[in-house]
Nanobody, 125 residues
Framework: QVQLVESGGGLVQAGGSLRLSCVASGRTYNMGWFRQAPGKEREFVGA????????LYADSVKGRFTISRDNAKNTVYLQMNSLKPEDTASYYC?????????????????????WGQGTQVTVSS
């Protein structure tokens, strides 16, 4: 069982930046970020394969967020720039136990085996 621990959330003004980190206790393959705002369903934000050669983003964050990883540190990052109030949510890190590069395998939350506890991001207007 792999444990995931997120950090880096907080309160920021619109237009600001935050970097989320997620440390895994063991080897992972695809890693992704999802978010859930109050009263809304959990949604995909971004994902990255183990090699880092493939990344995917939700249209709502494309061009503003960047996902990266450091396998030596078992860590995935989410750099969030030009934040908007609608980015306010709890952000969750997720990881898969197997490799799969199909888009659906990377963007569907049910494809992920491990989840972190979440970190809150609040963007004020």
């Amino acid at each position: 069982q792999v444990q995931l621990v997120e950090s880096g959330g907080g309160l920021v003004q619109a237009g600001g930046s935050l970097r989320l980190s997620c440390v895994a206790s063991g080897r992972t393959y695809n890693m992704g970020w999802f978010r859930q705002a109050p009263g809304k369903e959990r949604e995909f934000v971004g994902a990255i394969t183990r090699s880092g050669l493939r990344t995917l983003y939700a249209d709502s964050v494309k061009g503003r967020f960047t996902i990266s990883r450091d396998n030596a540190k078992n860590t995935v990052y989410l750099q969030m720039n030009s934040l908007k109030p609608e980015d306010t949510a709890s952000y969750y890190c997720a990881a898969t136990a197997t490799t799969a590069t199909a888009t659906t395998s990377m963007t569907r939350d049910r494809e992920y085996d491990y989840w972190g506890q979440g970190t809150q991001v609040t963007v004020s207007s």
